[in-house]
């Protein structure tokens, strides 16, 4: 018995070295071997990527909380918040970053020109959309480079070239975007891949509708082709109201019904299903019959306790009856009942304050012009459209009035 108990401490001891041998060995990233790379692709998988992953799944979610939609103007097939609105993301997109990096700096096994851990793609387009979303562009474009020529036979390398176009319309290279996607049209001909489908069609349909040499039957076409490919629910009935808008604009009301009517069904949004509604209801053709079924239908949304946020937009769908019906004094009353209605729309106080401005301006009424730009100027987001003149034309007036 003696014998077991002094042969058991030494057993132990040797399992104990060889266990810390194979440990120190797996930390290798320079030597090819199935322990080192068994170690690396485990632990680079359900550790340090993992967390990265998870950091910028948190940071989507806070952009997304962010970037509120102006439903006053037609919608953007992405929405990127203003600069100034990123603080609660920033944390967890320096956090993707980091992770991303540790990921990479720890665990790649690149010898001879083969990377031997198959996640390391993956830690790069993590870092490539955080410094998109971060708005570090020219870091974003190199990231997304490194990844199109490193890893041209991974998944990562669709995705990397589809935000790498992105990217340069953001940067306002739109021909260097134009001439990167169309190097992609080939991969999108293939049905296989509905997720490329979805972002390479969406990608071309925000090209034509941003860039100077855009053509909105070319937006349309492309995004009906990125709603062929079953995007997620929220994204399908953004692209629908974009659509519904556009055919509205080319006077193809009966295609813009059809598109309002998917988004009221489809959406779980209520702004969303309520901004449908609004085209559908404000669709008014000059007849009395159409005025006086709208006008009850409005009156109705302003009764219901759920629309009591959405006062102001209905008030403003209003005011269109009377300006398409030439009634001013009836328009300039709905207007202002816009404005003194809105709870948290700035987008639409602005929009409704600046209107009643220009209409008040254009009747030499320059003090109440000047008093609803001030009020415009007081609740303009950074990111509308035309912010410095705006806000140049309000002090303008200012100094006029005085």
Request: charged share 25%; glycine share 2%; aromatic share 12%.
């Amino acid at each position: 018995m003696k014998l077991k108990h002094k042969i058991l401490p030494v057993s132990l001891a040797c399992l104990l070295a060889i266990a810390l041998l194979v440990g120190m060995s797996a930390c290798s990233t320079s030597k090819n071997t199935f322990p080192n790379r068994a170690y690396h692709n485990v632990t680079n998988k359900f550790n340090v990527l993992w967390n990265g992953q998870q950091a910028l799944k948190s940071a989507e979610q806070e952009l997304d909380k962010a970037g509120k939609d102006n439903y006053t103007s037609r919608l953007p097939i992405y929405n990127y918040p203003d600069k100034s609105d990123l603080g609660s993301a920033l944390p967890h997109l320096d956090r993707t970053i980091e992770k991303s990096s540790k990921s990479i700096f720890k665990h790649s096994m690149l010898i001879r020109g083969k990377e031997y851990v198959k996640t390391i793609d993956d830690a790069y387009l993590i870092m490539g959309k955080a410094y998109f979303y971060k708005q570090d562009y020219t870091q974003a474009q190199r990231v997304f480079n490194y990844i199109m020529h490193n890893y041209p036979k991974e998944n990562t390398y669709n995705e990397a070239a589809v935000l790498q176009a992105r990217t340069a319309m953001r940067q306002g290279y739109f021909s260097s975007a134009d001439e990167q996607l169309e190097n992609l049209h080939y991969l999108a001909t293939s049905k296989k891949n509905k997720k490329f489908n979805v972002w390479f069609n969406a990608a071309k349909a925000e090209y034509h509708l941003t860039a100077p040499d855009g053509d909105k039957q070319e937006a349309v076409d492309f995004i009906n082709n990125a709603i062929d490919a079953h995007p997620k629910r929220e994204f399908k009935s953004r692209l629908y109201l974009i659509l519904g808008e556009l055919y509205e604009e080319m006077g193809q009301q009966a295609d813009a019904h059809k598109s309002f009517m998917n988004v009221i069904k489809k959406s779980s949004t209520y702004e969303m299903i309520f901004c449908a509604q609004m085209h559908l209801a404000s669709n008014y053709d000059g007849s009395e019959a159409s005025r006086n079924s709208i006008m009850r239908q409005f009156k109705k949304m302003l009764e219901e306790k759920k629309n009591e946020d959405f006062k102001d937009q209905i008030y403003y769908a209003c005011s269109e009856i009377a300006r398409i019906d030439e009634d001013d004094t009836l328009r300039i009353s709905y207007l202002k009942k816009s404005v003194s209605s809105s709870t948290n729309n700035n987008y639409q106080k602005t929009f409704s304050s600046l209107t009643l401005a220009d209409i008040f301006f254009d009747q030499d009424e320059y003090r109440s012009a000047q008093a609803y730009y001030d009020t415009a100027a007081m609740s303009i987001p950074k990111n509308y459209p035309d912010y410095e003149n705006i806000m140049k034309k309000s002090n303008v007036l200012k100094d006029l009035v005085q």
